[in-house]
């Protein structure tokens, strides 16, 4: 694990260790992430702060508004800074890798049931967001999460966080700019065809390693959705609901419905065993980790 600055605390949590790996060419995460515990050691959770340049009571506005999502691939916000000087929020644990350190412990691109699997799940997700009037608004690799059972989308309101309606948002903190829809890093305000371009990129990046790769770089089966996703014209983009109907082409015929698609291709083996053995790997060693907790009376 890669150990954070051990000042130790951001708000009422010590820090455990630094969930991104930092300085060894991994793209940039839209926020510091740490795996932490509570102070008094009950609760082990992922934290999240902003990072440096980040508007910090935007970023306490985005994270509250993520509370509106109850979909399976989202963290639930347990915790959320009372104080505007000292951002951060709180989700639950559950050992999960970034998705560009699952392909560096795979040693390469995700098999294509891995891919098909990821994209079924944000596109569910991100169905149910923008039926919500809710944007993501920062779709990249470093947002997704890998956990045993399926994929999680975090870093909800990255780019308007990160700059004001109107700004050029290309080079900005935290902000994979091959992922960042053309539209929005010219300045225009983030909307759900925004997060379409940023979804192809996740699988484009997952299936290929680059963000946005030559198109025969890509599995011929995803060829033409990853191209549509990752098309300059938000207008000829699909919906999400359309890359979910898309991608449940690839379910098991046995499943009746579109959403069932998503459960049918989590099923065991849908992560390769090296990504599998690193997330168990993490769990053991946040379950061994020790923390500075006062005792009781002060001794």
Same mark, same amino acid.
């Given at each position: 694990?890669?150990?954070?600055?051990?000042?130790?605390?951001?708000?009422?949590?010590?820090?455990?260790?630094?969930?991104?790996?930092?300085?060894?060419?991994?793209?940039?995460?839209?926020?510091?992430?740490?795996? @932490?515990?509570?102070?008094?050691?009950?609760?082990?959770?992922?934290?999240?702060?902003?990072?440096?340049?980040?508007?910090?009571?935007?970023?306490?506005?985005?994270?509250?508004? @993520?509370?509106? /999502?109850?979909?399976?691939?989202?963290?639930?916000?347990?915790?959320?800074?009372?104080?505007?000087?000292?951002?951060?929020?709180?989700?639950?644990?559950?050992?999960?890798?970034?998705?560009?350190?699952?392909?560096?412990?795979?040693?390469?691109?995700?098999?294509?049931?891995?891919?098909?699997?990821?994209?079924?799940?944000?596109?569910?997700?991100?169905?149910?967001?923008?039926?919500?009037?809710?944007?993501?608004?920062?779709?990249?690799?470093?947002?997704?999460?890998?956990?045993?059972?399926?994929?999680?989308?975090?870093?909800?309101?990255?780019?308007?966080?990160?700059?004001?309606?109107?700004?050029?948002?290309?080079?900005?903190?935290?902000?994979?700019?091959?992922?960042? @829809?053309?539209?929005?890093?010219?300045?225009?305000?983030?909307?759900?065809?925004?997060?379409?371009?940023? /979804?192809?990129?996740?699988?484009?990046?997952?299936?290929?390693?680059?963000?946005?790769?030559?198109?025969?770089?890509?599995?011929? @089966?995803?060829?033409?959705?990853?191209?549509?996703?990752?098309?300059?014209?938000?207008?000829?983009?699909?919906?999400?609901?359309?890359?979910?109907?898309?991608?449940?082409?690839?379910?098991?015929?046995?499943?009746?419905?579109?959403?069932?698609?998503?459960?049918?291709? /989590?099923?065991?083996?849908?992560?390769?065993?090296?990504?599998?053995?690193?997330?168990?790997?993490?769990?053991?060693?946040?379950?061994?980790?020790?923390?500075?907790?006062?005792?009781?009376?002060?001794?």
């Amino acid at each position: 694990m890669t150990q954070p600055d051990r000042r130790h605390r951001i708000g009422p949590h010590d820090l455990i260790t630094r969930l991104d790996p930092t300085g060894q060419g991994f793209p940039s995460p839209p926020e510091r992430r740490f795996i @932490a515990r509570t102070a008094d050691g009950d609760r082990t959770v992922l934290l999240s702060a902003p990072l440096a340049g980040i508007d910090p009571g935007r970023f306490l506005v985005e994270a509250d508004a @993520a509370r509106r /999502l109850q979909t399976p691939w989202v963290f639930p916000v347990i915790g959320l800074s009372p104080l505007p000087d000292e951002p951060w929020y709180a989700v639950p644990y559950l050992p999960v890798l970034p998705l560009p350190v699952a392909l560096a412990v795979h040693g390469g691109p995700l098999p294509e049931r891995t891919v098909r699997a990821i994209g079924t799940a944000l596109a569910e997700t991100l169905a149910a967001a923008h039926a919500m009037g809710v944007t993501h608004a920062g779709l990249s690799p470093a947002a997704v999460l890998l956990a045993g059972d399926g994929p999680r989308l975090t870093c909800f309101g990255a780019a308007r966080a990160a700059a004001p309606d109107g700004e050029r948002r290309t080079g900005l903190p935290g902000l994979d700019p091959g992922s960042l @829809a053309p539209e929005q890093a010219s300045g225009g305000r983030p909307r759900p065809p925004g997060d379409i371009y940023g /979804l192809g990129s996740v699988l484009a990046y997952a299936a290929t390693g680059h963000s946005v790769p030559d198109r025969d770089e890509l599995p011929v @089966a995803l060829r033409s959705l990853i191209a549509r996703c990752l098309t300059r014209d938000p207008a000829s983009r699909p919906s999400s609901a359309d890359v979910l109907h898309e991608l449940a082409a690839f379910a098991p015929a046995s499943m009746g419905t579109v959403l069932d698609s998503t459960a049918s291709l /989590l099923t065991p083996g849908w992560l390769p065993g090296r990504v599998v053995a690193a997330i168990a790997r993490q769990s053991a060693e946040v379950l061994a980790a020790e923390v500075s907790v006062p005792l009781p009376g002060g001794q």
